[in-house]
């Protein structure tokens, strides 16, 4: 199943947001967000490790001009949604405006109705790998011609 966003170009698009502190609220998930927790309370801040999450904010703070305090979500979480519409983890502390940005996200029909997310900045795909299979003996090729 493939999911098509929409995001409609926009006309109010800040330079600058004169060091503004904005609220990051992640998990880790090396090699997308590697941090070091400051302390073992739920909820507790964060201290980023290099990544490709930490290079990103990085590189959009000194371009944007804002500086920002990155902590975990209350709960621990990603994001559910429960019972009665609700939600846990990041999208919930989302909603409730309890963190402004998340960097690392991923994006489902039910998330989507919820939380704005910008366009991809990263596609990642894997695989699994193997060594190639070595050629069958010549006599084989009676037996099996296809794979000689």
Not at 85 to 100: A, F, H, P, S, T
Not at 112 to 123: D, F, S
Not at 125 to 135: A, G, M, N, T
């Amino acid at each position: 199943m493939q999911y098509t966003m929409f995001n409609p170009p926009s006309t109010d698009r800040p330079e600058n947001y004169n060091r503004h502190k904005f609220r990051l609220v992640e998990n880790e998930h090396f090699p997308h967000m590697s941090a070091e927790r400051q302390s073992e309370e739920p909820g507790t801040l964060l201290h980023h490790r290099d990544s490709i999450g930490t290079r990103v904010i990085q590189a959009m703070s000194s371009s944007l001009n804002f500086t920002y305090e990155v902590r975990e979500p209350m709960d621990g979480q990603w994001g559910m949604e429960l019972e009665g519409g609700n939600w846990n983890g990041i999208v919930k502390d989302l909603q409730r405006e309890e963190g402004d940005i998340c960097l690392d996200l991923t994006v489902t029909p039910q998330r989507y109705q919820v939380i704005q997310y910008t366009g991809a900045y990263i596609q990642q795909s894997i695989v699994i790998l193997s060594s190639k299979p070595r050629p069958l003996p010549e006599y084989m090729s009676l037996i099996r011609p296809f794979e000689c």
